[in-house]
């Protein structure tokens, strides 16, 4: 991506690869979920997120004007290419792990795509409208599960605790705002994430209060992402998300 590339292409292609990567991440637990019911909903979730990655790709290629489609913007870029926040590409670690990032990506998005249907860009607004009602419902089920295991058993408490340790110092990179941020929320595409701070406080607090949680310290934050600068963990990742178009170019089912 080149400096110069348009502060809508920019931020329609950062949310993308948000969905796409954290969707992946979700597809992930396919057999492997505690229980047949759970491995549904994570199945459920992962595709609605694939759902809003499409959708974004799409937009993105057609204000990027480069006969660039949602395959190509998913499959061939580089690493250093993706603009998703470091929290979606962490490994899912245990269930409780992905509850935890699940509630502070759900807790964050909801408001943003609430707040995104007034977007000038009706393309952006459209696919909002839709988003929030999908991000409401992850917002409950992950929210409802971290209170389940913070007020649990001993172990589940303990894992809960763990996870919030580990992921915790990757909950600021949605607040950072460079220049084509800046610009692309100036023109009205997209909201201020400052502004939704207080709804994401607010989501946060009362889950945690439920689950008998202590919000973590405020510390440092870990960022780079929408610089494209990535984790370890974002590499193998993505060899696993785009073997088969690079291994097969232009295969279709």
């Known amino acids: 991506m080149a400096l110069t590339d348009s502060p809508l292409f920019l931020a329609t292609l950062r949310l993308a690869d948000d969905a796409l990567i954290l969707g992946h991440r979700l597809s992930e637990w396919c057999g492997h979920a505690p229980v047949l019911e759970e491995d549904l909903a994570l199945g459920n979730l992962g595709l609605d997120l694939i759902g809003q990655a499409r959708a974004l790709y799409t937009h993105a290629g057609t204000v990027e004007g480069k006969g660039r489609d949602e395959d190509a913007l998913a499959y061939l870029r580089h690493e250093h290419d993706y603009r998703n926040v470091l929290l979606v590409e962490q490994p899912n670690g245990d269930f409780a792990q992905t ?56 172990e589940s408490r303990r894992r809960t605790i763990a996870a919030l340790e580990v992921l915790w110092p990757f909950s600021g990179e949605w607040f950072e705002v460079d220049a084509p941020m800046r610009a692309a929320i100036e023109a009205g595409f997209v909201p201020d994430p400052e502004r939704l701070r207080p709804a994401y406080d607010a989501t946060l607090d009362m889950v945690f209060a439920e689950a008998g949680l202590d919000r973590p310290a405020i510390r440092p934050y870990r960022s780079g992402g929408r610089d494209g600068r990535h984790s370890e963990h974002m590499g193998y990742l993505l060899a696993e998300l785009q073997f088969l178009q690079r291994s097969y170019p232009g295969a279709t089912w």
């Open 99 to 154: 509850m935890v990032r699940q509630l502070l990506f759900a807790a964050f998005m909801h408001p943003f795509h609430e707040a995104m249907t007034a977007s000038k860009d009706q393309t952006l607004a459209a696919i909002a409208a839709k988003s929030e009602k999908e991000l409401a419902y992850h917002v409950r089920h992950a929210g409802e599960w971290v209170v389940r295991l913070g007020d649990g058993t001993d």
